[in-house]
């Protein structure tokens, strides 16, 4: 706060006793001829109007000190965990698609448009277990199931923080799952020592915190061509309450089979799946993907896949031998050729210096 006084101090002073001696003499004078109460009226006016004058002759300002926006940097950090894939309610959208239209850069009416508009940088980063830039294809990483390490991604942000243009604020986009990483409140302390404000915008709704996961039961099943598969799994339900979720076994994203489940609060079940028969030999991908529960806390555990190798069927070495063609031949060579589990060879005389030979092996 300042005076705009073009004069020195000390004459204003002297200009303010001589205002106050002439208004006492001049009080005295009034409560002489005229009503106390009255006169006691005219001096309240005439202190007033003594304080409005002196204000006038003085001209006090006000300096106040605000940050130039175009100065700072503001970080935009995009929650892109599994648990942003939730869908709340009724609610159509997930979450993620809730805060979409406000972070879409092409829209001129978007909230990160308008915050380019005031902040010399805006920075758009999105986050799960690591931090990435923002892309069109940023949307899709959601799927994927990862974790959420906001506190990682709170510290590498001031960590890296370099350039002209210091970090001003950040805007948080989450439903508040963190899961993975540094405690969020341990690195809040930094950003406040600095002064650096952290806005936390929250999507979702509160629901039940709990977790349900699936993997495969046996990990190295017995798996041989063109033979009966069994492949089983463990659903654990980690809420309090019962869920209900579908479980699906896919290979090569076709779905092999879908079951319907109801757990119990800490229930857990092992499912044991149609028999499947593999038809060729080789390494085949198996995965496993239950429906994620409201409010499921982990989501990178509700999938689990299995590499499994099938081998090629045992084969059996059939060697037919005859010193004349036999009314047989025709139908043992059509069944057992046509199986891959027989190497059928077979050598027949057919004269005393004429022989047939089927097989790779054979020379008559």
């Not at 799960?128 to 506190?151: C, F, H, P, Y």
């Not at 994203?253 to 079940?269: D, S, Y």
């Not at 025709?330 to 059928?344: A, T």
């Amino acid at each position: 706060m300042g005076w705009d006084w073009p004069f020195s101090p000390f004459l204003f002073g002297v200009i303010a006793v001589l205002f106050i001696l002439i208004l006492s003499y001049h009080s005295r004078a009034m409560f002489a001829v005229t009503l106390p109460r009255l006169a006691w009226k005219l001096l309240l006016l005439r202190i007033f109007a003594g304080i409005l004058f002196f204000l006038l002759l003085a001209r006090p300002y006000l300096i106040t000190d605000e940050p130039n926006p175009k100065e700072f940097k503001l970080l935009s950090l995009t929650d892109l965990s599994g648990s942003m894939n939730t869908k709340d309610g009724s609610e159509q959208n997930t979450r993620i698609e809730l805060i979409r239209p406000f972070l879409e850069s092409t829209d001129s009416g978007s909230w990160l448009s308008r915050m380019k508009l005031s902040y010399g940088k805006v920075e758009n980063l999105g986050f799960s277990n690591e931090v990435q830039r923002m892309n069109r294809d940023s949307w899709d990483v959601i799927e994927l199931g990862k974790k959420t390490a906001l506190g990682d991604a709170l510290s590498n942000s001031l960590r890296n923080e370099r350039g002209e243009q210091s970090l001003g604020s950040v805007v948080v986009f989450s439903d508040g799952r963190n899961n993975l990483g540094l405690p969020i409140l341990d690195v809040a302390k930094e950003f406040r020592i600095q002064g650096i404000p952290i806005n936390v915008i929250g999507v979702g709704q509160e629901q039940p915190i709990g977790d349900g996961s699936i993997k495969f039961a046996d990990r190295r099943p017995n798996a041989v061509a063109k033979e009966e598969l069994l492949l089983t799994g463990e659903v654990e339900n980690k809420f309090k309450d019962s869920i209900q979720t579908n479980v699906k076994l896919t290979l090569d994203g076709k779905v092999l089979e879908e079951i319907a489940l109801n757990l119990r609060g800490g229930e857990k079940r092992k499912i044991n799946f149609s028999p499947l028969l593999p038809k060729n030999a080789g390494p085949q991908r198996y995965r496993v993907v239950m429906d994620a529960p409201p409010g499921d806390a982990d989501p990178s555990n509700n999938s689990d896949s299995l590499l499994v190798v099938v081998k090629p069927p045992e084969q059996f070495s059939t060697l037919y031998i005859s010193n004349r063609i036999q009314p047989l031949f025709p139908f043992i060579k059509r069944v057992l050729v046509n199986e891959d589990r027989f190497d059928f060879q077979a050598l027949i005389r057919m004269s005393s210096t004429v022989f047939h030979a089927f097989g790779e092996q054979l020379n008559p």
